[in-house]
């Protein structure tokens, strides 16, 4: 009964349990019932809130943040030089990346001297704050407007560079077109 009281007094909303014997008519739970069904029959005349997704989608959010991508510039070079921002950055601890020299030769792959050889990132740990995308200095990582696809196995969300990057604006015009919705 204290205990009662006490959380009447924190919340207002308390009430007692209403413990009178049940009347004929909720015994034999026609009436129930018959609410239950007149409640879903006026449902039929209602807007769905839901849609036939895939083939429906909604419009997202303008801030809305999605699936990772590794930007490339102008000229189809990896803008990334394995800095270690993002990763810093990162409240979820989700980036892991290993840097590599750029060789003679390598210029038209990779924009800056020290590149990163591997990239990846957890999208089971991430929580898709976009912090990396607004520490990179290198505008080499950014949020998109997809979801990240659904799989069967956790090593499956490990998302590497060979998923992350871009299509080459240069090589793969046309797979840069698709992946813009274009
Ligand atoms: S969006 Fe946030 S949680 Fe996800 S990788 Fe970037 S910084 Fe980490
Ligand atoms: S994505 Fe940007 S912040 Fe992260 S390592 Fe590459 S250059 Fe640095």
Redesign the pocket.
Same mark, same amino acid.
């Given at each position: 009964m204290q205990t009662f009281q006490k959380m009447q007094a924190l919340t207002n909303r308390a009430k007692a349990v209403d413990r009178k014997p049940m009347t004929f008519l909720e015994r034999i739970y026609l009436w129930n019932i018959l609410k239950g069904m007149l409640i879903t029959f006026s449902h039929i005349f209602k807007k769905k809130p839901t849609i036939r997704f895939p083939e429906q989608t909604r419009t997202f959010s303008p801030v809305f943040r999605g699936l990772h991508v =590794?930007n490339r510039d102008e000229e189809g070079r990896e803008? +990334?030089? !394995? %800095?270690? =921002? +993002? !990763?810093v !950055?990162c409240p979820a601890e989700a980036?892991t990346?290993e840097a590599a020299e750029r060789l003679p030769g390598e210029e038209n792959l990779y924009r800056e001297e020290k590149y !990163?050889a591997r990239?990846e990132i957890n999208m089971l740990r991430c929580i898709f704050c976009g912090l %990396?995308e607004e /520490? %990179?200095?290198?505008d /080499?990582?950014y949020l998109s407007e997809t979801f990240t696809p659904t799989n069967f196995t956790r090593e499956s969300f490990i998302y590497g560079k060979d998923n992350l990057l871009i299509p080459n604006p240069k090589t793969e015009a046309a797979d840069l077109a698709k992946a813009k919705g274009m």
């Open positions: =590794l803008r +990334c030089t !394995a %800095c270690g =921002l +993002c !990763a !950055a980036i990346m !990163a990239y %990396c /520490a %990179c200095p290198k /080499a990582i």
